[in-house]
């Protein structure tokens, strides 16, 4: 696919991460700019740009998150992507709120990033899953132990972490993970979380609706 018509821009405040996106998205022909803060990003993009936003959530100046929200009004035109450290999963799940695509979590894998950026370009976008009662369908497959290792894990709890809270073996709570995943038919943490996610905010905007009459 001809990408010249939308570009990816990286806004991060570590000039080798800069450069390494650099290398990865030049190698395959797709146009990109490199910011190393949001504040310069903002002053040199011009909102007639289409494309996919690549944002480290904590930076210094301006955070991933408050990019998001000032950029909130461009959503028809740029994608957004954070990158987060596993710590920071909380804040990730705030910036999905925000109006981020996806997120990936630290180390970046670069063919991951790059088969979810091009999606991003071809305004493809993920969906986890197709309906409310799919979701249910497979949190109907988990055991009461197995669902309280999955919102552990959702809140960004270590394995370690996870074994004392429910007073466990690490190998135990390794187990139900596996489970987790194969049940909720996911293969990564990103891809749980987000499916969680969704369901919260199908719900809650479904609970908002006012009642028929």
Known sequence: MDFADAAVFVVDDDP??????????????????????AKMFLNHYDVAQKGCLIIDVRMPIMSGLELLEHINPLKNQLSAIIITGYGDIPMAVRAMKAGASDFILK?????????????????????????????????????????????LVIEGKLNKQIANDLDI?????????????????????ADLIKINLLHTLVTHD????PETI
Do not use: G
């Open 16 to 37: 080798e991460v800069c450069q390494s996106f650099r290398w990865l998205f030049e190698s395959v022909n797709i146009p990109v700019n490199t910011y190393e803060n």
């Open 107 to 151: 180390p970046v894998n670069h063919q991951h990033i790059l088969e979810i950026t091009q999606k991003c370009l071809k305004k493809i976008h993920y969906c986890p899953i197709q309906s409310q009662s799919n979701y249910q369908e497979r949190i109907d497959r988990l055991t009461k132990r197995e669902r309280q290792v999955m919102d």
């Open 169 to 189: 073996s690490i190998s135990t709570v390794e187990v139900h993970r596996a489970n987790v995943m194969r049940k909720m038919e996911t293969k990564t943490l």
């Open 206 to 209: 479904s609970s908002s609706l």
